[in-house]
């Protein structure tokens, strides 16, 4: 129930120790339908047997997250997608074979088996097999596909470390095991296989660039494409379409170039008088802005470095106390794609060009 404690049990699992053995309970309370979180490669994760139209609704429930939104069902074998999908396109198996265990989510035609409380009323069901160990051996234990959103209250930046699901979460969920930091830091990419060509519902680490080497067609939804989402095109993963990643304070995202960036940071830092201002800065940038609070995102040199810190970093502002904050803005290419997509998310589509 909304608001009702319980106590929420923390598994550290970050020393590569008994795996099996300590997570026996963690498998017994999703049996039970409770709710696990756990890592991922690419963020933590909160989980529910995602077959027990019981146990989903709290995962609903502890996130407030709208029940229109469907998730993502978590499996360890390939052979398990059987059972839950009408029919298995060829594309798919090409894919699993060069992307699974791995950051990558396929949309199929769901089975009956699958509830509609899962899938958020659709036909279609999202299957991921994660890489991590600990996610791997979890969902082997527990025997049933895991249904898992992003750990994060609905509508916050997903979680990174196992303390961003404590401060969402805690006495709210049965248990939290904690793998330390996830590698990507960014969630998966999802991939729609339903219909004659590919299309990427969300960007993700798994690149447009990666997809088409693989598979050789594949398209991007308009409504991922378009900056004005929502009001040009309905986004086929429903999840696309809320505010999310967001921090407590206003944001807004500075494109142009690089230096101009920087000028008109910290001419608009000068102006809010009494406010607590923020940058989100890099490596190379850091140094530069004149803000009570500046933090580096990574390297431009990498963007992976970029997709592993930005979460934390905006959980960072919020903790900091940042009531205004500056971004500075990415190459859209690759990953870049990406890490654009959930920095415009996190800043409402706040984009000022200069
Ligand atoms: O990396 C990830 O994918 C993480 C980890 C925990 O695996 N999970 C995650 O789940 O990001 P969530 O619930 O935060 O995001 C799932 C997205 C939502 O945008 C949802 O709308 C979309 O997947 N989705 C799920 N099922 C779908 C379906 N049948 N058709 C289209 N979109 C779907
Ligand atoms: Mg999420």
Not at 64 to 75: C, K, M, V, W, Y
Not at 86 to 112: C, H, R
Not at 289 to 317: C, M, P, T, W
Request: aromatic letters at 6%; zero cysteines; hydrophobic letters at 40%.
């Amino acid at each position: 129930m909304r608001g009702s404690k319980m106590k929420t049990e923390y598994v550290d699992l970050r020393e590569d120790k008994d795996i099996r053995e300590r997570l026996k309970k963690a498998a017994e309370i999703i049996k039970d339908g409770g709710l696990v979180a756990f890592p991922t490669e690419t963020v933590y994760g909160l989980g529910a047997n995602g077959l027990n139209d019981e146990a989903v609704p709290k995962i609903y429930e502890a996130k407030g997250r709208p029940s229109d939104n469907p998730l993502i069902l978590h499996i360890s074998e390939f052979d398990e997608i059987k059972s839950l999908v009408k029919e298995i396109p060829n594309i798919a198996y090409v894919l699993a074979d060069e992307f699974w265990p791995g950051p990558l989510t396929m949309v199929f035609n769901k089975s009956d088996i699958v509830p509609y409380r899962t899938t958020g009323g659709l036909e279609s069901v999202a299957l991921r097999m994660p890489s991590n160990k600990i996610a791997r051996e979890f969902i082997k234990a527990a025997g049933v596909p895991v249904a898992a959103p992003s750990a994060n209250s609905s509508g916050r930046p997903s979680p990174t470390k196992a303390s961003h699901v404590l401060k969402d979460l805690e006495g709210r969920i049965d248990m939290v095991i904690d793998g330390g930091e996830v590698d990507i830091g960014i969630e998966s990419t999802i991939v729609d296989v339903t219909g004659e060509v590919p299309i990427i519902l969300r960007p993700g680490f798994i690149t447009e660039e990666m997809l088409l080497e693989a598979i050789g067609r594949v398209e991007v939804d308009e409504a991922v494409k378009s900056l004005v989402q929502g009001l040009d095109f309905k986004p086929k993963a429903p999840g696309m379409k809320y505010r999310h990643y967001a921090p407590y304070g206003k944001m807004a995202i500075y494109k142009g170039d690089n230096k101009k960036v920087i000028e008109v940071i910290n001419e608009e830092i000068k102006k809010q008088i009494g406010k607590k201002t923020a940058v989100l800065a890099t490596d190379e940038t850091k140094d530069l802005y004149e803000a009570d609070i500046v933090v580096s995102v990574g390297s431009r040199q990498s963007a992976k470095s970029i997709a592993h810190n930005l979460f934390n970093v905006l959980r960072k502002f919020d903790e900091m106390g940042a009531e205004m904050i500056f971004s500075e803005s990415f190459d859209e290419n690759k990953l870049g794609f990406a890490i654009m997509n959930r920095l415009h998310k996190s800043a409402g589509y706040n984009i000022i060009n200069v």
